[in-house]
């Protein structure tokens, strides 16, 4: 088959270009991500092994090998894993299959404006393959996906375009080769073909990788490589064990195992150090940055597992994507089963990443047994409680870390209270909210029911796009009146959940903007309540009058006690469904029925007082149009202020117009 040439799609060739002449802080990330990629072959492989009988692959030596040549300036990191087909490496390596490209360039355009280091955008888009040419003139891929009989050989210079021919001869897996720039202290760009860097950065990021990471030397003359390792940084103990010492120089140098292979989580924790953890954190979610905290967990019994999770320091870009990969890794008596396994954790954690490995679990498991498995449910409700109780700890203890947590996962962990009834109450006492209490600093349920005014009964919130719509609502003049404090919730979940929760401690959770509001002290009630009635005689006519004719719009128009400033408002009653809810239902395709709201007039204000006596002074319908019209702009004003939409926005605009018109 010929030698095919493909242009990269234009978003890769623009990242390409991007890494290739950036500046990046550690160039040293290239082999870490290639040892990773290497090791995903081969657990990928492993399960296919135990899953396809057939599949005819060997596994009786699964295992890395990285081969540098000094002399040729080239690096080769091979594995005998899975490996891909033609098809896959065009779409794999060829294209940046992830909706999230866009971003991560914008952003990476923006660190280099500010003269940022770029690291910390390295592994969250696939992008880890990409990151040889930041230290190769030119990379080829050869690859042959285990069962197939032929091989592919990809080569690219990364500047726009890339050759796929098909070979006869490929190994199964996949072998990288480099051919490596020359080295460059300044720009950070180091010797990756010299045994001792190579050895430092194995050690370094993948030491705790399950399979055999081997270093592949040539033998050097006699004496050549002891005398280089003795001289450069990073050598450890075992340098001398490179080819070329003692021995004749054409002689080939043993396969060198530069990692310790041991599981992280099945080795006590003052064996561990924290750069141990990050760095198998970095390994399993592709993530550059450390994480924000690291959760131990040993289950010991009638079921025994291990798990090691961990919280990330950011969410991931596509967290609320339908595509979003969650799921923890599953291991059975340390043997790789899947790297997504969504029945370990709910949901709404999904953002949290790390290993279990259980000890009596069938090898050959699938997904439609984890659905099931009592196990798999116990080992799920006991790691979700067991999340939970590190963010209650993290938010007593470490307040700084809690309030990163929440400004980055607080939206997602909402969800729960939607989803997880068992837990509800441990979601609630680790969520805060903003509130009209600060500006700056959210508060807690716990805090906020402390702070409560005497005699008031419940949690007050309202929900909306943002705080600030939410603080100039008409609905909360009352509250900011009588300085009663005011929940503001301004996520999408917040619509759903707040429906769902109907009480903390006790104290029911009531939206500002829903039903009748009944503030003050008993005595304060006493004397509104016998000025309301009066007020209540004065407008009854107007109110009926009005009802009747807003009646296509609204369910009825009322009296306000919650109106200080405002000629009026819109509320709902107390248990029906707002309309942001309302509207979020049918962008999910279900059918809701409109709900009409009330309209809610302020006794005290000028317009409200002016339309009553207009209205009093006509016995009958004559000169009511005018009058019509204004109850219909008062009407939508009230819209208009809580961020609603009109039915005829043309229409309030010609009245309006021809309102104003008549003033001049």
Known sequence: MPTETFEFQVEARQLLQMMIHSIYSNKDVFLRELVSNASDALDKLRLEALRDDSLGADVSDLHIAIEPDEKARTLTVRDNGIGMSHDEVVQLIGT?????????LQELKEKEAEGAAADGLIGQFGVGFYSSFMVAD???LLTRRAGESHGTRWVSTGEGTYTVETVDDAPQGTAVTL?????????????????????????????FITWPVRLISQAPAAGTDTAQNESEPGTGEDAGQDAGEGTDAAAPAEPETLNSMKALWARSRDEVTDDEYHELYKHISHDWNSPLETIRLQAEGTFEYQALLFIPA???????????????????KRVFIMDDCEALMPPYLRFVKGVVDAQDLSLNVSREILQQDRQIQLMHRRLAKKVLSTVKDMMSGEPERYATFWREFGRVLKEGLLSDFENRDAILGVSSFATTHSDEEPATLRQYVDRMKEGQEHIFY???????????????EAFRAKGIEVLLLTDPVDEVWVEAVPEFDGKQLRSVAKGEVDLGTEAEKKEA???????????????TWMTERLGENVKEVRLSSRLTVSPACIVSDTHDVTPALENMYRAMGQAVPHVKRILELNPGHPLVTGLNKAYTARTDDTGLGGLEETAELLHGMALLAEGGELTDPARFVKLLADRLERTL
Do not use: C
């Open 529 to 543: 309540g016998t000025e309301r009635e009066k007020q209540q005689q004065e407008f009854e006519s107007l109110l």
């Open 138 to 140: 030119e990379v080829t």
């Open 462 to 476: 309202l929900t909306g796009e943002s705080r600030q719509a939410i603080e100039n609502s008409p609905h909360m």
């Open 314 to 332: 950011h969410a991931p870009q596509d967290l609320f994507t339908q595509g979003y990969q969650r799921g923890i890794q599953l291991y059975v």
């Open 179 to 207: 051919r490596l720039k020359p080295e460059d202290s300044e720009d950070r760009l180091y010797d990756y073909a010299s045994p001792w860097k190579i050895r430092e950065i194995v050690k370094r990021y993948s030491d």
């Open 96 to 104: 940046i299959a992830n909706s999230g490209t866009a971003k991560f």
